[in-house]
């Protein structure tokens, strides 16, 4: 089974977020990045599937250099092969054309991505991916089972969860469940010293034009003070009369 | 030319995520001279989005459709968004329309935005605003394609009264076997209870509690306020609670119009998940908590004094106000 996993590179989740340029760019300076959280649950499922069933795993992020590292951490998690394809990442339908490019040039059997990507939370580069290269498509996966060609997925849904089956070739955007925190894999010095051998592709963009730009960015406005009470009576009059939630 | 709407329902019912997205459509259409056509897969009485703003009713009845199927309503959509030359696509924030929506968008070759908060802010361009970065800034994003996919965020507009007369249309759309390619099993899902997506209340707990035997006073909470209940992601780690109650960064997010923490310290991941929620309560003996810095009412006090004395004084309001 050949395995391609979607690497999106994002601001660790404790970062600050400010933006520069008249608010039009998001600020990097001090930003440490990783691998997308939805993807390292991802990439961790496939190492367990290359493992316990035979697969060759590929990572690929659409973006520039500076994401190497991330891939770099993606290989010392166990990954074969790195591909980047060197393109800025513009919106989510740029980034899927490019990576349907590469899923049909590789001929994979599974496509793992996230529910989405922490940062612009735009969840559709997945399904896009499926859609551009005709392969089946389960959202929001906590679990994935693969069994000769047939996979059964069970899928996250409002209040509950689903048991899908189908066909491979498919694409998946997965999130926590798919493995637990912690199967989550810490490269070890080993790993990281693998890493620095195996092959990171840098591969060519195809043409992709963006469908959506970002022009602009705020942060929400400022909170006011909390509101200290010292009874329930004085909470609830003002969740009634305030607040108007109750 | 239209503005073409999903309505989700569930056994004949609209959800309210139906009536709010076709009030959000009717907002769009009034801004682009355009009419609101909402599409109804084995949907309720169209009286309901009607009163919202609705032009019209496709409505399609199949068994074949019965369970979500993310290609076959994607297809549908697509089509109907054809056949009504529809401008505009707007979907809400559930899993299944996430689920479908970039589907369409490739499909429709349309331009897809999610988790948009508030009308346009121009409709040509067409530039809207929506939530990034896990809820911690907003972007004004263009939409530069002819054909438009727009995602409401959860709670963020609510349900606009705005009545029009509808025509109903039945609609077969043409699917092909391709649209049964991924093939439900079983579902799984509890429908007693109130769901955190769903939920205009949540009640969550936290480590504060100190164990799972101390959340009946948090269930009794929730019950007295039609509320979900929820918790941080130590109690769903340590078994707790399901893991499905699990909220913040890594866990489910929240946007209710009520969130009342207890017992939960107020870490930044955790706050990542509650953002979007209206007015937030916490509970805790510690004053120093950082909760209380992204709270907008706080109680500094002891959960198993002040919680049970809350359900008391709720209980009587209800009563009251019912
Ligand atoms: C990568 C990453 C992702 C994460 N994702 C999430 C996530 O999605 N969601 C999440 O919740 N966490 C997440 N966390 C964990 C997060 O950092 C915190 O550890 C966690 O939220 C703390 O949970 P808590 O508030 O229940 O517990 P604690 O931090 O232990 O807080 C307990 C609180 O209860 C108060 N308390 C104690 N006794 C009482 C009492 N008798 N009455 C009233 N109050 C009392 C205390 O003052 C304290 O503030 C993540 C962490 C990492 C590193
Ligand atoms: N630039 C990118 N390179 C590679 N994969 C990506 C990229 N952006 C998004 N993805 C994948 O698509 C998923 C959803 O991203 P998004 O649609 O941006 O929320 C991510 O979790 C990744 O698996």
Redesign the pocket.
């Known amino acids: 089974m050949k395995i391609l996993v ?4 994002v601001p660790d989740t404790t970062s600050k977020i400010n933006f520069t340029d008249g608010d039009s760019k998001f600020d990097t300076n001090g930003v440490q990045f990783v691998i ?1 959280p ?2 390292e649950f ?1 990439l961790t499922r496939a190492m367990w599937f290359k493992e316990k069933q035979g697969a060759t795993v590929h990572v ?4 520039g250099a500076e994401t190497e590292p991330t891939l770099r951490k993606a290989l010392a998690i166990g990954a074969d092969e790195a591909i980047r394809v060197d393109a800025p ?1 513009t919106d ?1 339908f740029s ?1 899927a054309k490019q ?1 349907a490019n590469v899923v049909k040039e590789g001929g994979y059997d599974l496509v793992i ?5 922490i940062d ?7 399904g896009m991916v499926a859609k551009l290269t005709g392969a089946n498509f389960i959202n929001t996966c906590i679990g994935l089972e693969i069994d000769g060609t047939t996979a059964t997925a069970t899928r996250e849904i409002d209040g509950g969860k689903e048991t899908l089956r189908a066909e491979l070739p498919l694409v998946i ?1 997965g999130q926590k469940g798919l493995v637990e925190e912690s199967d989550l894999r810490i490269p070890n010095m080993r790993g990281i010293m693998q890493a620095r051998k195996k092959p990171l592709n840098v591969k060519e963009a195809v043409d992709a034009n963006a469908e959506t730009e970002a022009v602009h960015f705020a942060k929400p406005a400022p909170k006011g003070d909390v509101k200290l009470v010292e009874t329930v009576d004085e909470l609830v009059d003002l969740l009634h009369n305030e607040a108007k939630v109750i | 030319m239209s503005i073409l709407v999903y309505t989700e329902s569930e056994e004949g019912k609209y959800k309210k995520i139906a009536q709010e997205a076709v009030s959000f459509a009717r907002g769009i259409a009034d801004k682009m001279d355009m009419s609101v056509t909402a599409v109804a897969i084995n949907g309720g009485d169209a009286s309901e989005l009607e009163k919202c703003g609705a032009n019209k009713v496709l409505q399609v009845k199949d068994d074949a459709l019965k369970n979500f199927n993310a290609a076959a309503y994607a297809d549908v959509l697509a089509q109907a968004a054809k056949k009504e030359e529809a401008k505009v696509v707007v979907v809400s924030s559930s899993a299944n329309a996430k689920f479908l929506a970039p589907l369409l968008a490739v499909n429709l070759d349309a331009g897809y935005v999610p988790n948009v908060s508030e009308l346009p802010e121009s409709t040509s361009p067409f530039k809207v605003k929506h939530s990034v970065f896990t809820n911690k800034a907003f972007a004004t994003t263009e939409i530069k394609t002819d054909i438009k996919v727009v995602g409401l965020a959860k709670n963020a507009y609510g349900v606009h009264e705005n009545h029009a007369d509808a025509t109903i249309e039945d609609f077969a759309p043409e699917l092909s076997s391709d649209d049964y390619n991924v093939e439900t099993v079983s579902v799984d899902k509890a429908t007693d209870k109130v769901t955190i997506a769903d939920a205009e209340i949540v009640v969550s707990g936290g480590r504060g509690l100190k164990g799972p035997e101390n959340w009946d006073m948090i269930e009794e909470m929730a019950d007295i306020l039609g509320a979900a209940t929820a918790c941080s992601k130590p109690v769903s780690d340590m078994g707790w609670r399901p893991h499905s109650e699990h909220v913040g960064q890594t866990g489910k997010p929240v946007a209710s119009n009520l969130y009342i923490a207890i017992g939960i310290s107020g870490a930044i991941q955790h706050l990542a998940g509650i953002n979007a929620s209206k007015t937030k309560v916490v509970i805790n003996n510690d004053p120093e908590a950082p909760f209380f810095k992204a709270a907008d009412y706080g109680i500094v006090g002891d959960a198993f004094e002040v919680v049970p004395k809350l359900n008391e004084k709720l209980k009587e309001f209800k009563a009251q106000n019912a």
């Open positions: 979607c690497i999106s590179h997308n939805n993807d991802g690929v992020n659409v973006g990442a989510g980034v990576l991505g996230g529910r989405e990507s612009y939370n735009g969840g559709m580069v997945p955007g």
